[in-house]
């Protein structure tokens, strides 16, 4: 599976976004799709993650209670939406495909370009 990410910018601190991941394949529907983020210096963090069906969930810390993870499998996409962001959500965002489980940091076998989220204080 291919993946495309796109809806990063630049947005005050308090703000929202929301990021889109595209994915080309007719089996985009078997995977677990997660959204990393690695900020200059920084170790990639796993931020949230949805399960084939999604009916499963994980989010770091960090985004809980703030992003929201979902995704449409008749689009072949998912979606995150990012409320309430902190200058520390400053990173490049990635979409990947994984086949196991969302709160599994590993076995992403297909990753996205990244898209550049920068929250302004």
């Known amino acids: 599976v291919q993946l495309q990410a796109s809806g990063g910018g630049l947005v005050q601190a308090g703000g929202s976004l929301r990021l889109s991941c595209a994915a080309s394949?007719?089996?985009?529907?078997?995977?677990?799709l997660g959204w990393f983020r690695q900020a200059p210096w920084k170790e990639r963090e796993l931020v949230s993650a949805?399960?084939?069906?999604?009916?499963?969930?994980y989010y770091a810390d960090s985004a809980k209670g703030r992003f929201a993870i979902s995704r449409d499998n008749a689009k072949n996409t998912v979606y995150l939406q990012m409320n309430s962001l902190k200058p520390e959500d400053t990173a490049v965002y990635y979409c990947?495909?994984?086949?196991?489980?969302?709160?599994?940091?590993?076995?992403?076998?297909?990753w996205g370009q990244g898209t550049q989220v920068t929250v302004s204080s």
């Open positions: 394949g007719r089996t985009f529907s078997s995977y677990t």
């Open positions: 990947a495909a994984s086949l196991g489980l969302p709160e599994s940091m590993v076995g992403y076998v297909s």
């Open positions: 949805i399960n084939w069906s999604g009916s499963d969930t």
